[in-house]
Every structure is written in C-alpha cells, then in structure tokens.
C-alpha cells in the first residue's frame, strides 16, 4: 500500500520550522497582531509555491497516477482552500503532479539539528536550557553500581532520577526510560542571533522576547488556526498551560479548539513527563 500511494499519489508535505526564532530575528512578538500576520503570509506563500511548483511538475512530467479534474469541483478546492486565483488557473490547465503539499509536523528534533531553532511554528520555549542527550557509552569511572551514590536522587515531574556532576560534566540517569544522559547547555538560535546583534534587547528583556509559557492559551490556539487555512494535510502544535491550569479552564480551551476549526489539539502541562 506504501509502495502504491507513493508512485500514484505522489504526496509530500512542506512545513515550517523555526517561526519562534525568526520572530525574534524580525524584532515581533508572537502573539501580536502583527507576528500573526507574519505568519500568515509566510503560510499563504508556501501553500500557494507548493502548488504552483506542482502544477508546473505537472506540465512538464504530467499529473500524479491518481489525479482526476473532479478535484477542482471537490468542496476543499472551489471553497475551503485559499489558493491564490492564478495557482488556481494552472493547476486546473496542467493538473498537479502531487496529491498533497503541505503539512506541519512535529518537528522537536529536527529544530535541533538545524541549529537550535524553534520547534516547527512553535513559539521559542526558552531562551536558554540544559538538553539531555542519551548516552550510548557510560564514562569511565561510573556505571550502573555505582551511579546511584556518585549522582543525587531527585524528582524531575513524576520521575524519580538521579542528577549531579561527574569529572566536569552533568549527568542524569533515569533507570526505566532513558538510562544514562548527559546534560549540556543550548540556547535558541533567534535568541543568540539578539544577544549577538542586539544585546540591549537582551539586557533589557525587550517585550517581543516572549517564550511559550508567556502565552495566552487562546494565543497559542489562534496560531495553530492561522496556520491550518493555508495547509493541505495534519498540523501539529502545542498549546503551552501551568502545571496547576484548573480543570474547567482546560475543558473549554477544547471547546474553544473545536470552535476554531482546529484539525487536532494538543496540550501540554508544564512540569510533567
């Protein structure tokens, strides 16, 4: 079936990763009028190149094995989507070479390796934190005999670990998921392009430096629904809430999701696993 979708359909989905930091470099605070108009645009730019690149793959190789012009009469073509009218023109006079184009995914570990950006259309989550890596090879001098009176017992949300220094670095090892990890300092990369840049900004905590949990919940749910108008495929997006949210407030704040259109909603409680 993997094999058959991906010859016939021909689908892929281009996101975004790194909103939070880039806000940052533009000097706009997330949750402002004028950084959710950012994100729109940048949004409607990438659905609209995605079909536009498409639909002119499709002229030149024709269109997926799957494609059929009832498309352009389905309910998602002729009103939900808000391609621009000229893409609409050249995907119905060639077709598109793919099924779908856009997507948002989790994309936590691939804003590591791209230099410690933000998470996907995530705002920034903290300016600066301990990473815990897992470790394949334990250092010399401490094993799992010994790990537990070197390192001291501690909770990390409803985890019992054990953390601290050994030879100059910092260590956490939790037995029943991640074992041994070692603890390393990073910094997000919009945050250290200001420092760098603008440290006045830093030093002075300007207001567009908001992370994550600065956030209104309802912030974080008008985002994810900026986003979904201009995407053909899933979403994903974190709504940041404290650890003590009451429980009435988090009930609503899904009516308000369904209200919104949302696709998909997920949540996250500060302080737990």
């Known amino acids: 079936a993997y094999s058959w979708a991906i010859k016939n359909i021909r689908q892929y989905g281009m996101g975004i990763n790194g909103?939070?930091?880039?806000?940052?470099?533009?000097?706009?605070?997330?949750?402002?009028?004028?950084?959710?108009?950012?994100?729109?645009?940048?949004?409607?730019?990438?659905?609209?190149?995605?079909?536009?690149?498409?639909?002119?793959?499709?002229?030149?190789?024709?269109?997926?094995?799957?494609?059929?012009?009832?498309?352009?009469?389905?309910?998602?073509?002729?009103?939900?989507?808000?391609?621009?009218?000229?893409?609409?023109?050249?995907?119905?006079?060639?077709?598109?070479?793919?099924?779908?184009?856009?997507?948002?995914?989790?994309?936590?570990?691939?804003?590591?390796?791209?230099?410690?950006?933000?998470?996907?259309?995530?705002?920034?989550?903290?300016?600066?934190?301990?990473?815990?890596?897992?470790l394949d090879k334990w250092p010399e001098g401490l094993d799992r005999e010994n790990v537990r009176t070197v390192l001291k017992k501690t909770k990390v949300g409803n985890s019992t670990v054990w953390e601290g220094d050994y030879n100059g670095e910092s260590y956490l090892y939790e037995p029943h998921n991640r074992g041994l990890c070692i603890k390393q300092p990073v910094r997000d990369y919009g945050y250290n392009w200001v420092l760098n840049n603008y440290p006045d900004d830093t030093a002075n905590k300007a207001e567009y430096l908001t992370t994550a949990g600065d956030i209104s919940v309802y912030d974080h749910v008008e985002m994810q629904a900026i986003h979904q108008k201009h995407i053909n495929q899933s979403i994903s997006k974190t709504c940041n809430l404290n650890g003590d949210y009451p429980y009435e407030d988090f009930k609503g704040l899904y009516f308000k999701a369904w209200e919104k259109g949302l696709i998909g909603f997920t949540t996250y409680r500060d302080g737990t696993m």
């Open 19 to 134: 909103l939070g930091s880039c806000l940052y470099m533009l000097g706009l605070k997330y949750d402002s009028a004028e950084g959710f108009d950012f994100a729109e645009k940048i949004s409607k730019i990438k659905e609209d190149e995605t079909w536009r690149e498409s639909a002119l793959l499709a002229q030149e190789k024709g269109p997926f094995t799957a494609f059929s012009e009832k498309f352009f009469e389905t309910n998602w073509f002729t009103n939900f989507t808000k391609i621009s009218d000229d893409v609409k023109d050249l995907m119905r006079k060639h077709g598109v070479r793919n099924g779908k184009t856009s997507t948002n995914p989790p994309l936590g570990n691939s804003s590591i390796i791209s230099d410690l950006v933000s998470n996907g259309i995530e705002p920034v989550f903290c300016h600066e934190y301990f990473r815990t890596r897992i």
